[in-house]
């Protein structure tokens, strides 16, 4: 059996009178690929900035690689790379010099920062481009150049919050190719958010659907159809247990954002 490197437990965050995430509970084995689906407003990208110790949670507790969001946050962030929905490199620096950057701050032995940042660079195809400003890049080099920056320290958990949101099939594919040759080169975990149910049917081993900050069903792809009855599809699955589409378009300002980060990727 597999080792449980996230293990999530009643975990809650409540933005005054809103409960985001609502007794979260679940837990992660090393080397899974594990997708959280749900509608704009579900609590997905909470959970993922609770887990990445961006945002303290309101009670429950969470453990990634064995270490405590909330009382060793440094050593999970030691042990995790994050890439969030919005757009996080710099446009006005060089591939070579945002990882640079990111070298630094991951605090790497200044006698492996080259070798490193030359290994990211081959592995995610950019390794021709590194010098060019990241301002000329297309949407699927930049996220690409995103994971290698988040992967450079070689965490145990890689969170990704919509890694595809704004790009074309043909990026989306790209992305996940290396996605998936990072997970079986270096048996990375895989966390990852996402609203396009083909990503997740083709690369999950296991899902969560969010409804309303909580888990409405969990399992993997057949099992969750199979649990509608034969002859249903995985959109069957997320249209039962996610709820209505006309309640879950999201505020202004999740909208604003998503929007925001598919023109800049586009």
Not at 32 to 46: H, I, M, R, Y
Not at 98 to 125: H, T
Not at 137 to 155: D, K, N
Request: hydrophobic share 40%; charged share 20%; aromatic share 6%.
């Amino acid at each position: 059996m597999s080792d449980t490197v996230l293990e999530i437990k009643a975990l809650t965050r409540r933005f005054g009178a809103i409960t985001a995430v609502d007794a979260l509970t679940l837990s992660v084995n090393a080397g899974e690929v594990f997708g959280l689906l749900g509608s704009n407003g579900a609590g997905k990208t909470t959970t993922i900035k609770m887990l990445a110790t961006l945002l303290p949670p309101s009670s429950g507790e969470a453990r990634v690689g064995g270490f405590s969001i909330t009382t060793q946050a440094v050593s999970v962030r030691q042990a995790i790379g994050y890439v969030p929905q919005a757009v996080s490199v710099d446009g006005s620096l060089t591939g070579y010099e945002n990882l640079l950057i990111f070298a630094k701050l991951y605090d790497l032995p200044r006698s492996e920062r080259q070798a490193r940042i030359r290994e990211a660079l081959e592995f995610m195809g950019l390794t021709a481009d590194s010098g060019r400003l990241v301002g000329e890049y297309s949407g699927g080099m930049v996220r690409r150049l995103e994971i290698a920056q988040s992967t450079l320290h070689r965490p145990r958990v890689l969170f990704l919050d919509e890694p595809t949101v704004g790009l074309d099939p043909i990026a989306r594919d790209a992305v996940w190719k290396h996605l998936v040759d990072l997970r079986a080169n270096y048996g990375t975990t895989l966390f990852f958010t996402t609203h396009y149910l083909e990503e997740a049917e083709s690369h999950c081993d296991r899902m969560a659907i969010m409804h309303l900050g909580k888990v409405a069903a969990l399992g993997t792809c057949k099992e969750l159809e199979a649990s509608l009855g034969s002859g249903h599809t995985l959109n069957d699955v997320f249209v039962h247990y996610a709820g209505s589409a006309l309640d879950s378009g999201g505020n202004f300002r999740t909208v604003s954002a998503e929007r925001a980060t598919a023109q800049r990727l586009g």
